[in-house]
Structure formats: structure tokens, C-alpha cells
Nanobody
Framework: QVQLVESGGGLVQAGGSLRLSCAAS????????MGWFRQAPGKEREFVAA????????TYADSVKDRFAISTDNAWSTVYLQMNSLKSEDTAVYYC???????????WGQGTQVTVSS
């Protein structure tokens, strides 16, 4: 079993930055694909970014490319999402997720709220 706990959300003005963290426990996640998703009010959950250790690949949704960056610590126990140049449309609950062996994301955190004021 894997437990994921997000933190770092909050209220920020448009153009500002936030860094989300996702602390993982329960298993070694170095073979997992780790990702961030978000869900805005009245909308479906959408993919934001993902990272895989082997091979070292990061992927991003077009809407956040060049503004957001996903990374992990060396122990692959914490996943970060650096969000820059935030826009009002980035307002959502952000979720951390883990996919064992790079397959489907089956472990999810409880989410952290990000609100961007214009």
C-alpha cells in the first residue's frame, strides 16, 4: 500500500508561483510513475504532469508546459510540482498519484487546493 499526502496549496495572485509537495510512504517508489492531476469545479480531473525514473522522462499537459515543472528528491519519496506564471484557470484541487510499474495510476492523495486570483 502507498500513502500520498499533498501540501503546499494556497491562494496566490495571477503571475505568482507555488510549489506543491507530495510525501509518499509505504513502499519504495523508484519504480513507480508519479504524477500530478487537477480538478476544477464542475470539470473532470485532468492530467497535469508525470515523471518516471527509468527512463528519466517527464511529461506535461500542453496547458502547463513551460510553466510547471515536476521533480522528485533523490530518494524518490517526495514529488514536487513547481508552478510558475500561474493563471486563474489553474485554480483547482491538485492531486498526487502513483502508478506501479508505470501502469495505471492507482494510488491517490487527498488533494490540495490551489486558488489563483486575477
Amino acid at each position: 500500500q502507498v500513502q500520498l499526502v499533498e501540501s503546499g496549496g494556497g491562494l496566490v495572485q495571477a503571475g505568482g508561483s507555488l510549489r506543491l509537495s507530495c510525501a509518499a510512504s509505504g513502499r519504495t517508489l523508484s519504480s513507480y510513475r508519479m504524477g500530478w492531476f487537477r480538478q476544477a469545479p464542475g470539470k473532470e480531473r485532468e492530467f497535469v504532469a508525470a515523471i518516471t525514473r527509468i527512463p528519466g522522462i517527464t511529461t506535461y499537459a500542453d496547458s502547463v508546459k513551460d510553466r510547471f515543472a515536476i521533480s522528485t528528491d533523490n530518494a524518490w519519496s517526495t514529488v514536487y510540482l513547481q508552478m510558475n506564471s500561474l493563471k486563474s484557470e489553474d485554480t483547482a484541487v491538485y492531486y498526487c498519484a502513483a502508478a506501479p510499474g508505470g501502469r495505471s495510476f492507482i494510488y491517490w492523495g487527498q488533494g490540495t487546493q490551489v486558488t489563483v486570483s486575477s
